[in-house]
């Protein structure tokens, strides 16, 4: 009998789960993307840069190109 007391009662739930699931706020989200310019590689950029004491800054792969 437990168990069809358990089967009826989870029926019962099924409707009762569906609408609250399609209820909801309607919400408008804004979004930032940060796209920065590219500039072409120069030894005062990597003079520029700033690290740590004990860190340095090394050149990888200066001359490759980026695919398009």
């Known amino acids: 009998m437990v168990s069809k007391a358990v089967l009826l009662l989870s029926i019962a739930?099924?409707?009762?789960?569906a609408s609250a699931q399609q209820e909801g706020v309607l919400h408008k989200v804004d979004t930032n993307v940060?796209?920065?310019?590219?500039?072409p590689f120069s030894e005062d950029i990597v003079r520029r840069l700033k690290?740590?004491?004990?860190?340095?800054?090394?050149?990888f792969a200066a001359t490759s190109v980026m695919p398009a």
């Open 13 to 17: 739930l099924v409707p009762a789960s």
């Open 34 to 39: 940060f796209r920065p310019a590219h500039h």
């Open 51 to 59: 690290v740590p004491e004990g860190f340095e800054v090394s050149v």
